[in-house]
């Protein structure tokens, strides 16, 4: 006797055939002779049967399907390979599953290049660090060997505890700025923006540099009404100014200038530093703001190469923003932007 293939039958077409039976045997209970109802109630039985069954095997493969599939998709994910049984538009149990598999993943990805990255900037700023701190302690062993080992006269004494002093100056001023800028890569210092007067935040900016540029006869000018108020931290904002304007003193040759002129736009006040120094050549405005960036004629020069990186950090910090213009030989002009 041969077996019908009943798996063959979808659950859907079965509930049809038994609905149907139902409803004509509801409709015509009165008219069909009994022997025809007792024949269609055991048929309807069995469909119903046979609808739960079939029912039952295709949830028992669906189930499996999906178990299959997300299965698949956490061993192409742990293999980095591309998921061949996501389907992102098919309106499935499976695929809403994939694809909040997907997202995790992705996320666990950008975490980890977030980690890689972090890593490699802890090792660069270890070895600039280093590189920065090894000159002034050779130098102080050097000139304490010296004084130790040699009967030197009061006057070379004196020069070399003079070197040394400088030296010690350079480590203090390399950790001050080292720590000023662990706290703004950490965002450990608050800015505290408040409205308040421009003249008197660049006054005290000029003030921290008043000293270098008297001793180099550099000219000071400033423009800026008194009246002009703006939405910012004083005491970081000087900071920023004075980075920039000590870098300006500081490329400047004896006997030249350093203006600071200051220019209310509609959404921006801006500030022009302008000096009549060495200049930066155009293919090098993006390093100057580099941590530890000292190229060419300024690697001879003091300084340790974080000013400019602290005063753009601030200045971002604020809604604002540095940008350059200059030319080799021909003097550097800081552009400072406050968000009104």
Same mark, same amino acid.
């Given at each position: 006797?041969?077996?019908?293939?009943?798996?063959?039958?979808?659950?859907?077409?079965?509930?049809?055939?038994?609905?149907?039976?139902?409803?004509?045997? +509801?409709?015509?209970?009165?008219?069909?002779?009994?022997?025809?109802?007792?024949?269609?109630?055991?048929?309807?039985?069995?469909?119903?049967?046979?609808?739960?069954?079939?029912?039952?095997?295709?949830?028992?493969?669906?189930?499996?399907?999906?178990?299959?599939?997300?299965?698949?998709?956490?061993?192409?994910?742990?293999?980095?390979?591309?998921?061949?049984?996501?389907?992102?538009?098919?309106?499935?149990?499976?695929?809403?599953?994939? +694809?909040?598999?997907?997202?995790?993943?992705?996320?666990?990805?950008?975490?980890?290049?977030?980690?890689?990255?972090?890593?490699?900037?802890?090792?660069?700023?270890?070895?600039?660090?280093?590189?920065?701190? /090894?000159?002034?302690?050779?130098?102080?062993?050097?000139?304490?060997?010296?004084?130790?080992?040699?009967?030197?006269?009061?006057?070379?004494?004196?020069?070399?505890?003079?070197?040394?002093?400088?030296?010690?100056?350079?480590?203090?001023?390399?950790?001050?700025?080292?720590? /000023?800028?662990?706290?703004?890569?950490?965002?450990?210092?608050?800015?505290?923006?408040?409205?308040?007067?421009?003249?008197?935040?660049?006054?005290?900016?000029?003030?921290?540099?008043?000293? /270098?540029?008297?001793?180099?006869?550099?000219?000071?000018?400033?423009?800026?009404?008194?009246?002009?108020?703006?939405?910012?931290? %004083?005491?970081?904002?000087?900071?920023?100014?004075?980075?920039?304007?000590?870098? %300006?003193?500081?490329?400047?040759?004896?006997?030249?200038?350093?203006?600071?002129?200051?220019?209310?736009?509609?959404?921006?006040?801006?500030?022009?530093?302008?000096?009549?120094?060495?200049?930066?050549?155009?293919?090098?405005?993006?390093?100057?703001?580099?941590?530890?960036?000292?190229?060419?004629? /300024?690697?001879?020069?003091?300084?340790? +190469?974080? +000013?400019?990186?602290?005063?753009?950090?601030?200045?971002?910090?604020?809604?604002?923003?540095?940008?350059?213009?200059?030319?080799?030989?021909?003097?550097?002009?800081?552009?400072?932007?406050?968000?009104?």
């Amino acid at each position: 006797m041969r077996r019908l293939g009943l798996k063959c039958i979808p659950a859907n077409v079965l509930l049809s055939i038994t609905a149907l039976l139902l409803i004509f045997a +509801g409709v015509l209970w009165d008219y069909l002779p009994y022997f025809v109802i007792q024949m269609m109630l055991p048929v309807s039985g069995a469909l119903v049967l046979l609808l739960t069954v079939q029912w039952s095997r295709s949830q028992r493969q669906q189930e499996a399907e999906f178990a299959n599939d997300i299965c698949e998709t956490v061993d192409a994910l742990m293999d980095g390979r591309e998921t061949k049984c996501f389907q992102p538009y098919e309106d499935s149990e499976a695929s809403k599953v994939q +694809g909040k598999l997907l997202q995790y993943y992705d996320l666990m990805q950008e975490g980890q290049r977030q980690s890689e990255q972090d890593k490699q900037t802890i090792q660069e700023l270890v070895s600039d660090i280093s590189h920065q701190v /090894k000159t002034p302690v050779a130098n102080i062993r050097m000139f304490t060997g010296i004084l130790q080992e040699h009967s030197l006269s009061c006057e070379k004494q004196a020069e070399f505890l003079a070197t040394m002093a400088a030296q010690v100056d350079k480590l203090d001023f390399l950790m001050q700025s080292l720590i /000023k800028m662990s706290r703004l890569e950490t965002g450990t210092f608050a800015i505290h923006m408040e409205e308040g007067s421009l003249y008197n935040t660049i006054a005290e900016a000029v003030n921290s540099v008043w000293a /270098k540029a008297d001793q180099k006869h550099i000219r000071m000018e400033v423009e800026c009404d008194s009246q002009i108020r703006v939405k910012h931290d %004083a005491k970081w904002t000087s900071e920023a100014l004075g980075n920039i304007l000590d870098n %300006a003193v500081k490329y400047t040759p004896e006997g030249g200038s350093v203006c600071v002129r200051v220019r209310p736009w509609h959404f921006y006040t801006r500030i022009d530093i302008e000096d009549t120094g060495i200049g930066i050549a155009k293919e090098h405005y993006h390093d100057v703001f580099r941590r530890f960036y000292r190229g060419g004629e /300024k690697a001879s020069s003091e300084g340790v +190469g974080l +000013g400019l990186y602290l005063a753009r950090g601030i200045i971002m910090r604020q809604m604002g923003y540095i940008s350059v213009k200059s030319e080799a030989g021909k003097g550097t002009v800081f552009s400072v932007f406050l968000l009104n």
